[in-house]
């Protein structure tokens, strides 16, 4: 029964790849028809999706040089640099997505956590404390510091971190169990 319940699921996942192959030929094929962004963007889909991230990234810097505001495409390019371990890079694109929308203060925390997978402590403190600073009562400002500190060895200073997220969320079960 098993053997033929994964047998069943090879066949289901086949069937599927073929159709989403089908899909991104005709994509391609009538790729004409959308507006040009989009076409970009459906370029950096079908390039991703065939296993291509080199051509997928290339189309998405494409859409960069052709429209220099393009928050979207820099993020998208950030977080794929961020998941294959390209920290400068990603760290470069969303400083620019910062340079260009100040208000996204958020991506300090993405930022900071970043330079902390890099092993880069004190810039991912730099940032965290900057988010904190501009967010003094969200928890994850200080669990976060809390963190960096701990990895840094700083003990006593995670402590702190973690008494003031306590102090705003008593019941956070995460702070409760670092």
Do not use: C
């Not at 294959?84 to 260009?100: K, M, P, T, W």
């Not at 965290?128 to 969200?138: I, L």
């Not at 840094?152 to 402590?159: I, L, V």
Request: hydrophobic content about 45%; glycine content about 4%.
């Amino acid at each position: 029964m098993l053997v033929f319940m994964n047998k069943e699921r090879r066949v289901l996942f086949a069937d599927r790849f073929h159709k989403l192959d089908w899909s991104l030929q005709r994509l391609m094929q009538h790729l004409y028809r959308l507006p040009e962004r989009s076409q970009y963007m459906g370029k950096y889909a079908y390039y991703l999706l065939r296993k291509e991230p080199e051509k997928a990234f290339a189309v998405l810097r494409m859409v960069i040089d052709l429209f220099p505001e393009d928050i979207a495409a820099r993020q998208t390019l950030a977080v794929n640099y961020g998941a294959r371990n390209r920290f400068d890079e990603a760290i470069g694109l969303y400083e620019e997505i910062l340079a260009i929308d100040p208000d996204r203060t958020e991506l300090l925390q993405t930022i900071g956590a970043l330079y902390r997978a890099k092993g880069d402590l004190p810039m991912a403190l730099e940032h965290y404390e900057e988010y904190a600073a501009k967010y003094p009562t969200n928890v994850g400002s200080f669990t976060e510091l809390a963190a960096t500190h701990a990895v840094a060895g700083d003990y006593d200073q995670a402590m702190r971190n973690y008494e003031k997220a306590l102090l705003l969320e008593p019941q956070d079960v995460t702070v409760l169990i670092a």
